[in-house]
């Protein structure tokens, strides 16, 4: 399952900033499709809970944004129109920091989907 997620109203940083996120629920792995305001990585992996799922970078466990309420793993769910907030780790170093935003599903797509280009190319076979 690959799901669209919308995140934004990250206003202490720009009332405009955006970014869309593609969560591929099979690989836990994410890649980011849009964004503005926001500066982070193209990809990285997912780690998640019952309670919350974590973007994380491509390189460690740690966090980009902290999805609460967006459990990849429950038996039902997400749907679209689904939402909550989206907390951002901003910095690298400071792990405490974070602006507050929200995160909205704007499309889940059931069917398996090759994409003709991916940053995660090197895992096709």
Not at 35 to 41: N, S, T, Y
Not at 52 to 72: K, N, Q, W, Y
Not at 83 to 88: D, H, I, N, V
Request: aromatic letters at 8%; hydrophobic letters at 40%.
């Amino acid at each position: 399952m690959r799901i669209t997620l919308h995140l934004d109203t990250f206003d202490r940083i720009d009332p405009k900033a955006y970014a869309i996120l593609w969560l591929d629920n099979v690989t836990h792995k994410w890649s980011r499709e849009g964004h503005a305001g926001l500066q982070f990585a193209e990809c990285g992996k997912l780690r998640g809970d019952a309670r919350r799922t974590l973007v994380c970078s491509p390189h460690d466990a740690r966090p980009l944004f902290i999805l609460e309420g967006l459990a990849m793993g429950a038996e039902i769910g997400p749907f679209e129109g689904e939402s909550g907030e989206a907390l951002w780790c901003c910095r690298e170093r400071e792990a405490e920091l974070r602006v507050a935003g929200q995160w909205r599903v704007q499309c889940v797509d059931k069917d398996t989907v090759l994409a003709e280009h991916s940053v995660f190319a090197e895992d096709e076979v």
